[in-house]
């Protein structure tokens, strides 16, 4: 009884927080168990656990500062100024990117190898922060998770309770799968924001279909958590045509990245 009172009073505070949530992106109702000021500490909390889980950063601050720039101009463009965003490559061979709650942003060493232009990259950021934006991370947690992770992100370092290590819970967010909606969401919002900070969006196309490439050779792990939604790059390419049709001035950067970018990485 005494254990069950505890977590009853442990719970508590939840049944104040449950409920939906307006996305953003969408303007669509969604459940959500974590309050929008909880996402920057998760992402704090939880950031230097992932960058040790996917081998660190990559040591060289040429790199981390010309993609913390291409995202900041993406952050700036769209006026997401919700979070202090904080974009980084991880020295992983994977060919992932990753977001936490809170404005943190991860790209891989194996997917930087893989982009050809700075508006690939572009393109790649902008997806991940319309997912931070759109709070999927969050709304994942409270889908898949539950409950129990998001007390133990909220409260652990509160309470010293230690419910769940923090390696555990950072595997576990890691390894959230995004829906298919929050997916082509992320792609078509991404777009916007990308034209918005002056890439060229076919930049976007060009990047989904060196994932589909890459994924008929051997699974990889973008899709693994990014599931591929059904004609991706028919509707990205819908999207341009309406949208985009006079690319005049649009910055594709394929100079930009080789040198702030490939030449160091080779």
Known sequence: MAKK?????????FSFW??????PITGQQELMLVPEQQDV??????APELEREMGGRIPDPRIQSY???????????????????????LNHESVNALALPGGYVYITNGMLKELKTEAQLAAILSHEVVHIVARDVSAAISRE???????????????????????DVTRQI?????????????????LD???????????????????????????????????NPENRVGYITDRIEA?????????????????GVLTTLK
């Not at 998770?145 to 992100?153: F, K, Q, R, T, V």
Request: proline share 3%; hydrophobic share 40%; charged share 20%.
């Open 174 to 190: 890691v390894g959230l799968k995004f829906s298919r909606r929050d997916e082509k969401d992320a792609d078509l919002g991404g």
């Open 41 to 46: 500490e998760m992402g704090r909390k939880y």
């Open 243 to 259: 949208r985009y049709y006079n690319l005049a001035g649009f910055k594709s950067g394929e100079q930009d990245y080789q040198t």
């Open 145 to 167: 998770i539950g409950i129990e992770i998001a007390l133990s992100a909220v409260t652990s370092e509160k309470t010293g309770r230690g419910a769940l290590l923090a390696t």
């Open 5 to 13: 009172l505890s977590w009853l009073i442990l719970l508590l505070p």
């Open 193 to 227: 924001y990308m034209v918005q900070a002056g890439y060229n969006p076919n930049a976007m196309v060009e990047v989904m279909q060196m994932l589909q490439e890459q994924q008929s050779v051997r699974p990889i792990e973008f899709f693994s958590t990014h599931p």
């Open 18 to 23: 449950s409920g939906c949530a307006q996305n």
């Open 67 to 89: 993609i913390d720039s291409v995202g900041q101009r993406i952050v700036r463009a769209n006026y997401t100024r919700n979070f202090d965003y904080h974009f980084v490559a």
